[in-house]
T-cell receptor, first 115, second 114 residues
Framework: GAGVSQSPRYKVAKRGQDVALRCDPI?????LFWYQQALGQGPEFLTY????????KSGLPSDRFFAERPEGSVSTLKIQRTQQEDSAVYLC?????????????FGPGTRLTVL | KQEVTQIPAALSVPEGENLVLNCSFT??????LQWFRQDPGKGLTSLLL???SQREQTSGRLNASLDKSSGRSTLYIAASQPGDSATYLC????WGTGGFKTIFGAGTRPFVKA
């Protein structure tokens, strides 16, 4: 497909478990973003990659959150020792150019539920 | 600190009426403003992107205006249809912060009655 894909679409975790969420951006897109969306709210920025470089991680809520994009394409968001407040939809977006100031294309999201 | 507000959170209009959706932001130092549509349980679909130097963008029945000096953008959807019922989000990309954050409003959810 030509769009951004994310997997899994749904994830249920017990409190304290580690989870890994995957994002496949549009091929050739330089920029990649992760967002967290709570119910009824707009997405909140988590982190930004330009190719493999993580240039902004100011939105990560705690050191339990870690993201990587080792080859400048696929990205993984990892959450360690999940807590109930981590329950949300995690969205990934990519854009063609560097700098993050052009159009962003979003994936369908991963809905994480922490019990 | 940049904040984005969308009021009202929800509204109802009869089919065929024009939809007017509002977005306000507190700091005029932005690269661009983007409007998105989100259907329940789905990701965001980009509708229009307005660069800082532009005043409006149009695509089909959609028209978005940008007034940086007053910190406002308006999305107009002409001749609304039941299929236009979704959540519409606006987002600004601030500049001068040294980061790459995009800031979203909470969205407006119109319901178009057939």
């Amino acid at each position: 497909g030509a769009g951004v894909s994310q997997s899994p679409r749904y994830k249920v975790a017990k409190r304290g478990q580690d989870v890994a969420l995957r994002c496949d951006p549009i091929s050739g897109h330089v920029s990649l973003f992760w967002y967290q969306q709570a119910l009824g709210q707009g997405p909140e920025f988590l982190t930004y990659f330009q190719n493999e470089a993580q240039l902004d991680k100011s939105g990560l809520p705690s050191d339990r959150f870690f993201a990587e994009r080792p080859e400048g394409s696929v990205s993984t968001l990892k959450i360690q020792r999940t807590q109930q407040e981590d329950s949300a939809v995690y969205l990934c977006a990519s854009s063609q150019l560097a700098g993050g100031d052009n159009e962003q294309f979003f994936g369908p999201g991963t809905r994480l539920t922490v019990l | 600190k940049q904040e984005v507000t969308q009021i009202p959170a929800a509204l109802s209009v009869p089919e065929g009426e024009n939809l007017v959706l509002n977005c306000s932001f507190t700091d005029s130092a932005i690269y661009n403003l983007q409007w998105f549509r989100q259907d329940p349980g789905k990701g965001l679909t980009s509708l229009l992107l307005i660069q800082s130097s532009q005043r409006e963008q149009t695509s089909g029945r959609l028209n978005a205006s940008l007034d940086k000096s007053s910190g406002r953008s308006t999305l107009y959807i002409a001749a609304s249809q039941p299929g236009d019922s979704a959540t519409y989000l606006c987002a600004v990309r601030p500049w001068g912060t040294g980061g790459f954050k995009t800031i979203f409003g909470a969205g407006t959810r119109p319901f178009v009655k057939a």
